[in-house]
């Protein structure tokens, strides 16, 4: 991929780079990003040189989100459908308009990259927030630097979180309800400590900390990997994971009709600025 794409990707045998590149905008996630990112992670699956991937953040942060407001924001344009049967968005309304688009941007993406049969390894600085937590969540193992922080403040829009809900698996479910209550900021160091962090370093080290690991995971054989993912993926569905998912998108899309009914728009009025002042 040319050095201006939204995402780039290096095989450094036997891993694969995917890097998120739109630094100038802490790597907010627009549709263009996200079906730059199923493109790659496809591209990884297909490689039989690759057995573990990375996901990391071009730039001092991983990714502050979904987005909201930056010149390049394309939530109205269509896109080929890739992770859904729901149809086009761009030409409906309301929250038919809505739920389409979600369904495939956020949760059914979110949904396919977790279920990719090879390891995922996240590399996480600086802010990890809302559309970040979601694919750092669906990485397998997590390395992040000293000064990385997490947050989910969309309650502040009156939203109960992202659309993939996966807080009280990656977390404690009373460490879930404070991190979503308060919207505020969790350190790296606290994330590791509750267990949704496998290793934390310098933040001069997170390269060569993630390579390491990673290229220690892809010493193991491939369809031992591939089941052992699945073994414990399918472990936390039977906990509730996958049916929790469904439910609480649904949550997610009854708070933003009750925006648009309520109040100037679907985010309850908010945007980045508001976000950054609250």
Excluded at 4 to 11: C, F, G, I, N
Excluded at 177 to 192: I, P, V
Aim: glycine share 8%.
């Amino acid at each position: 991929m040319t050095p201006d794409a939204t995402v780039l990707y290096e095989r450094r045998a036997p891993l694969a780079w995917i890097t998120m590149n739109r630094p100038d905008y802490r790597n907010a996630q627009n549709s263009a990003m996200t079906y730059a990112l199923d493109r790659a992670f496809y591209r990884a699956a297909d490689d039989d040189e690759v057995k573990v991937i990375v996901l990391a953040g071009a730039g001092e942060h991983f990714s502050a989100g979904h987005d909201i407001g930056t010149p390049r924001r394309d939530a109205h344009l269509p896109f080929e459908r890739r992770a859904g049967l729901w149809w086009d968005h761009s030409d409906k309304e309301g929250a038919e308009q809505r739920f389409a688009r979600e369904s495939e941007v956020y949760l059914g993406m979110c949904r396919r990259w977790r279920e990719l049969p090879k390891p995922v390894l996240a590399s996480v600085q600086g802010a990890c927030v809302a559309g970040g937590l979601m694919l750092a969540w669906v990485c397998d193992l997590i390395v992040a630097s000293e000064d990385a922080f997490f947050a989910d403040p969309v309650v502040r829009m009156g939203i109960p979180g992202v659309e993939y809900f996966a807080h009280p698996w990656v977390m404690p479910p009373r460490v879930a309800k404070e991190f979503l209550y308060t919207g505020d900021r969790m350190s790296a160091r606290r994330a590791h400590e509750v267990g949704m962090v496998n290793r934390l370093v310098p933040r001069e080290e997170l390269t060569l900390a993630t390579e390491d690991l990673a290229r220690r995971v892809a010493r193991m054989p491939r369809m031992g990997l591939a089941l052992a993912k699945r073994a414990v993926n399918q472990a936390e569905d039977l906990q509730g994971l996958h049916a929790g998912l469904d439910s609480v998108f649904g949550l997610h899309h009854l708070a933003h009709a009750h925006n648009a009914e309520t109040s100037a728009d679907p985010l309850g009025g908010m945007d980045v600025r508001a976000m950054k002042d609250a």
